[in-house]
């Protein structure tokens, strides 16, 4: 259900909101901190900091630091960002217009429930949370 792209998303967080202390930090020391592939980060941190998740400086001091406090953060936010939406099945996707059956389906409020859940939990959890 969650890609790789989606967790290495989160971690890459995480260690940003461990580190906001320290300033911009390099996505080389991101990448060794978390035993993450240079290249793999390199497609993950545009998408943070073109959506307003991460900010971005270039230069000798430069590096990647958190656009808000980590409390600001939900998972679900993160995930459906990197992920798209956290659908268990296609036909749950709300807002879709759904498929031909959805009227007469016998599982779609099965999925579409699982679906708000899913949602519900991740959209529980921030940054300052799993930090401690």
């Known amino acids: 259900m969650i890609s790789t ?11 940003l909101a461990e580190m906001a202390t320290t300033g911009y930090v390099p996505m080389k020391s991101v990448a060794e901190r978390q035993g993450l592939s240079l290249k ?8 943070l900091v ?11 001091k430069g590096g990647y630091r958190l656009a808000k406090d ?7 936010d993160i995930l459906r960002l990197t ?6 099945v296609g036909c749950a996707e709300c807002g879709k217009g759904g498929c031909e059956r ?10 579409s429930e699982f679906h708000r859940m899913v949602n519900d939990y991740f959209d529980g959890i921030t940054l300052a949370d799993l930090m401690n």
Do not use: F
């Not at 073109?50 to 000798?60: A, D, L, P």
């Open 83 to 88: 992920e798209g939406e956290l659908t268990p």
């Open 70 to 76: 980590p409390g600001e953060y939900r998972v679900g």
């Open 50 to 60: 073109k959506n307003g998740y991460v900010i971005g400086m270039h230069g000798k």
């Open 5 to 15: 792209r989606g967790r290495y998303a989160l971690r890459v967080m995480v260690d």
């Open 40 to 47: 793999y980060l390199e497609q993950i941190l545009p998408v």
């Open 102 to 111: 959805a009227e007469s389906c016998r599982t779609l409020p099965m999925w």
